[in-house]
Nanobody
Framework: QVQLVESGGGLVQAGNSLRLSCVLSGRTFGTYVMGWFRQAPGKEREFVAAISWSGASTIYADSVKGRFTISRDGVKNTVYLQMNSLTPEDTAAYYC????????????????????WGQGTQVTVSS
């Protein structure tokens, strides 16, 4: 049974940074594609970033490109989302996702292509 636990959310002022963490337990972390999605109140869940099972490839949503960085640590079974230059538009619940298929490409921007999900961590950016 795969479990994902996110942490690191909080309230920050615009222009500041946060780093989200997501720990995967229950399976071999190194074989999973990992992703981050977010959902603001009244809006659909949207793709933020994804990283391949090897860590060699990443994909970002245009809205976060250049500001957010996704990375993974195989020793700690953890995927990170470093978020810099935050704006109020980044306010949302952020969800970690994992998928055991090693398939890689733009299809990873769809939430339907991730099997496992965390409970989410709230990020609120004040102006």
């Amino acid at each position: 049974q795969v479990q994902l636990v996110e942490s690191g959310g909080g309230l920050v002022q615009a222009g500041n940074s946060l780093r989200l963490s997501c720990v995967l337990s229950g399976r071999t972390f190194g074989t999973y594609v990992m992703g981050w999605f977010r959902q603001a109140p009244g809006k659909e869940r949207e793709f933020v970033a994804a990283i391949s099972w090897s860590g060699a490839s990443t994909i970002y949503a245009d809205s976060v490109k250049g500001r957010f960085t996704i990375s993974r640590d195989g020793v700690k079974n953890t995927v990170y989302l470093q978020m810099n230059s935050l704006t109020p538009e980044d306010t949302a619940a952020y969800y970690c996702a994992a998928d055991p298929s090693r398939t890689w490409g733009t299809t990873r921007q769809s939430s339907y292509n991730f099997l496992y999900w965390g409970q989410g961590t709230q990020v609120t950016v004040s102006s």
